[in-house]
């Protein structure tokens, strides 16, 4: 099987998850620049075999687009123009910055290491993707149950 590799993209900073080669597992990849997210998800997909980009979409609590949602449909764009033959799902990220943020907390981080944003676009990408993973399992548990009651 192929990865899927999440995307948390920020104007300055996009954090970037993977899953293992079974789809089973998220991981964290990195955090870089945006302006260099192509060139490095290029050089990625060059090592790994990828199936599936999986992008956060930022919505606010009434569901409507935010200020940030242009700057993800453009990235969005960009990414189908230049992997054309690769998939992009979008998925909620709402809240996933300050699950990232209360993970680290959870996980014991000292103060000053849950400052770095880098780390928390990092795990809000590992967060999104894990999402991911559970919708669908979820979407195959729940036609499982559909093809045993027919």
Request: no cysteine.
């Amino acid at each position: 099987m192929a990865r899927i590799l999440a995307i948390d993209y920020g104007q300055k900073r996009v954090g970037l998850a993977v899953t293992d080669k079974l789809q089973i597992i998220a991981t964290a990849l990195d955090t870089i620049h945006s302006k260099d997210v192509v060139k490095y998800i290029s050089d990625y997909i060059k090592r790994e075999i990828v199936e599936l980009f999986v992008v956060g979409f930022p919505k606010d609590l009434q569901n409507n687009a935010t200020d940030a949602t242009k700057y993800v449909e453009a990235f969005i764009k960009q990414l189908g123009k230049a992997f054309p033959d690769i998939a992009v799902e979008k998925v909620d990220e709402r809240f996933t910055s300050k699950i990232a943020f209360r993970a680290m907390i959870d996980g014991g981080l000292k103060k000053a290491d849950r400052r770095d944003k880098a780390m928390i676009d990092k795990i809000s990408a590992v967060i999104i993707l894990q999402s991911y993973l559970e919708q669908k399992q979820n979407e195959n548990d729940r036609n499982k149950k559909r093809e045993i009651n027919v």
